[in-house]
């Protein structure tokens, strides 16, 4: 997909997004409109570090760009599918284990943390489980045909790089899940609201990518900024551990989401600026 059509793309689903938090303040109030957006832009912040990754395995399987959209065709159908049964199982336990919002609020921060200041993303699809178990009953190729995730050669059924690459995402999506619903459960645990939220931050995933995969370099901070908004919402959840009145306001968090990832844009691109500059002096 063109970089340009991609932009249009992202605008449009960005623009349905807030169209439908319109429909929600109008039928559910103020309040409820504040929780969606809120866990909307917590959903599309985490889901930059999620393409990031995606890159990597494109690179790592050799995908060609001309075949990358069917797979995150289906990517995004298994991610929906994912998400939504995590959500159900999250709020299941939230609503029958109140502790399990501290649990999960000690995971964000840990993940923040690792995500702020750990080192730069590293991809071993080669170690993931679920590759491996794949691996145990079908076989493989490494040559991509087409856009086929399946072909058949002497009568035997062979994987192509196009599926194996769908099944490492789908596997690492399960991992991004762990830190994505737990992070609206700090917001609200309306289901109506949590679902429609990633839903819609999940749509715009594909035309998000074609973005990214052309202007990675210029944002190499955002994935610090997501690692601290992380991190905060942990701290939000568990903050009535220690006093039950100590509760932040959904507008203050996302007042300070916002301005985060404000930040983390802004000192990517003038860093980003900066070290262009800089080439171009040495290579004077």
């Known amino acids: ?145 087409e856009n086929h995730f399946f072909i058949r050669k002497d009568n035997v059924l062979y994987g192509t790089p196009l599926l194996v690459c769908l099944i490492v995402i789908e596997s690492t999506d399960l991992v991004f899940a762990i830190d994505s619903i737990p992070a609206i459960f700090a917001i609200t645990t309306d289901p109506f609201i949590v679902f429609s939220s990633n839903i819609l931050a999940v749509l715009g995933l594909r035309s998000l990518y074609f973005v990214l995969s052309a202007t990675a370099e210029k944002f190499a901070f955002v994935k610090k900024g997501v690692g601290l908004i992380l991190a905060y919402v942990g701290v939000k959840m568990l903050l009535p551990m220690i006093d039950p009145g100590l509760k932040i306001p959904v507008f203050v968090s996302l007042i300070v989401i916002l301005f985060v990832l404000f930040l983390s844009v802004l000192v990517s691109l003038v860093i980003t600026k900066k070290r262009k500059r800089k080439e171009k002096l040495i290579a004077k």
């Open 1 to 145: 997909m063109p970089v340009k059509k991609a932009l249009y793309w992202t605008i449009f689903w960005i623009s349905t997004a807030l169209l439908f938090n319109l429909g929600v303040y109008f039928y559910l109030g103020e309040q409820k409109a504040i929780e969606f957006f809120t866990g909307y832009v917590i959903e599309e912040s985490l889901s930059v570090d999620n393409l990031f990754v995606f890159l990597l395995l494109f690179k790592y399987f050799k995908i060609p760009l001309k075949h990358q959209r069917i797979v995150l065709n289906w990517g995004i159908i298994g991610v929906i599918v994912l998400r939504g049964i995590f959500i159900l199982l999250g709020i299941t336990l939230v609503n029958n284990f109140h502790v399990v919002l501290y649990v999960f609020g000690a995971i964000l921060i840990y993940s923040g943390y690792k995500m702020a200041f750990g080192g730069d993303e590293e991809v071993h699809p080669e170690k993931n489980k679920v590759l491996k178990l794949f691996k145990k009953f079908m076989k493989v190729t490494h040559e991509t045909h």
